[in-house]
């Protein structure tokens, strides 16, 4: 495992093809993932990392069974999630899912917790979205317990009590999941992170690299406030989103209708306004990197990169042509380039075994 | 000599010239006749496709995010929209809808509008000003409507012409500005802390980053997790 972990991480949409007017069936696009997360392992990426969604057009509705199913299928590939949903899951269900996923998956799991951006999800669950920063703050805490205590007791806001309750199975070797907070603007979630001394990853996409700027700065400060490490050993991942060709005008060429019709921000701002002010980028591979490498000029030496390869309808060999180009072109430049001056004391991405010393800092200074 | 007051002028009108524009640039000029200020003028015309784009991706361009800054840091505010269909016009509205929740909240805002004939006055008091109290906003006890006979005729018997509401709402908005500031210095020593601290930054911002956004209000997290156990 490098230093800066390179994956892909995915929306998991049923998207008609604007080009041919064609959506996959729900199977088809299931299946897609599972082959997208496969190849993502095949050309030397990192991690693969799913959404959590309870409404169409999107099918990844229960991670763990896709994550446990891609686990049986690779061997080396990080799983994770992205986001998994704090406020509306019960926590004692995540941390009994994920600790059986880790399990199988003999360690090679972490998930990022998220809040979800679909409001009736959480009348659906049993939940008042008006109560979600207080809801993933609890839960939380909570499922931080559960993984490092044996026999909880517990009363809260949100969920009914537990008395002497054991979650099942223990983490794997003691060591619970890497936790990564996710989070587009709201500076509790850094805060929350920065507290646990957990991984922050700010899903920069779709906002303007200022806002980022000052999020991460936040979530460094304070990870050092807690007594964690200094500014720069905290754990950050950022989000990417690329279509290449060899030929850059073959990039916006083929990318233009897609972009342009794109769930999120179709009809809006040009893809070259859009490209100026985001991370998007369309182009050759040589864009993608010069691109990519202004990312640590701006949040400093981070520890996790994953690119949104397969949304807004583009055909399945499509992406697969792009994990192609990102594994053998893009990411053997970008582990080079991101190594070279590199301080000793920042930390290497996550992994099992190291999240150990992680997990035990953060129960010391949670008390 | 106090400070100049941070005035904004946003006005809504699409026509070129506006008389939207020359009815904001009139109530600029009246406040300013009662108290200093430095006014800054935000023409919603020339924002219009950064409006749209921000309520499809949720951010603003920077242009918006200059014009969105300099409205929520305003000590106070001057908004003028033409009557369109008997409300504020949809490109007014949209630019208040992506303003971030709270950035109004304690500012004293002077509400006007333009219209073809007096009839649609009243949008002043049931369309902007429920508006604004909603965003919280401190609105000026006189509103100002000009319909277009307004720019040619005096004072009809038992009212006042149109320069003379100018003159009184200035008045009022002025007074208005400076009791708010001079509040809040009274009470906590420091000027304007009735909004959110824009430019002062929060703790992920040493440097003084200008507008320093979401960073501001942070709640430490002991604070947050006290709050669930009480």
Known sequence: MSTVQFGIFTVGDVTTDPTTGRAPTEHERVKAMVTIARKAEEVGLDVFATGEHHNPPFVPSSPTTLLGYVAARTERLLLSTSTTLITTNDPVKIAEDFAMLQHLADGRVDLMLGRGNTGPVYPWFGKDIRQGIPLAVENYALLHRLWREESVDWAGRFRTPLQGFTATPRPLDGAPPFVWHGSIRSPEIAEQAAYYGDGFFANNIFWPRDHFVRLIRLYRDRYAHYGHGDPEQAVVGLGGQVFMRRNSQDAVR??????????????????EEFTEQTPLTVGSPQEVIEKTLTFRESFGDYQRQLFLMDHAGLPLKTVLEQLDLLGEEVVPVLRREFAAGRPAHVPDGPVHGASLRTGARAAATAG | MAQPLDLVVVTAGLGQPSSTRLLADRLAAATARH???????????????????????????????????????ADALIVVTPVFSGSYSGLFKSFFDVLEPGALTGTPVLLAATGGTARHSLVLEHALRPLFAYLRALTAPTAVYAATEDWGTGAAAGTEALAERVERAGRELAGLAEAVRGRTRAVTGQAYPVRAADGQGGPGAPGGVPDAGPVDGLVPFEEQLAALRA
């Open chain 1, 254 to 271: 083929e990318f233009r209708p897609y972009f342009d019709n794109a769930p999120v921000y179709g009809h809006g701002p040009s893809l």
């Open chain 2, 35 to 73: 108290a200093p200020a430095e006014v800054r003028t935000v023409e919603l015309r020339g924002l219009a496709t950064a409006v749209a784009h921000h309520l499809l991706t949720g951010f603003p361009g920077a242009e918006l995010r200059d014009a969105l800054d300099a409205v929520a840091g």
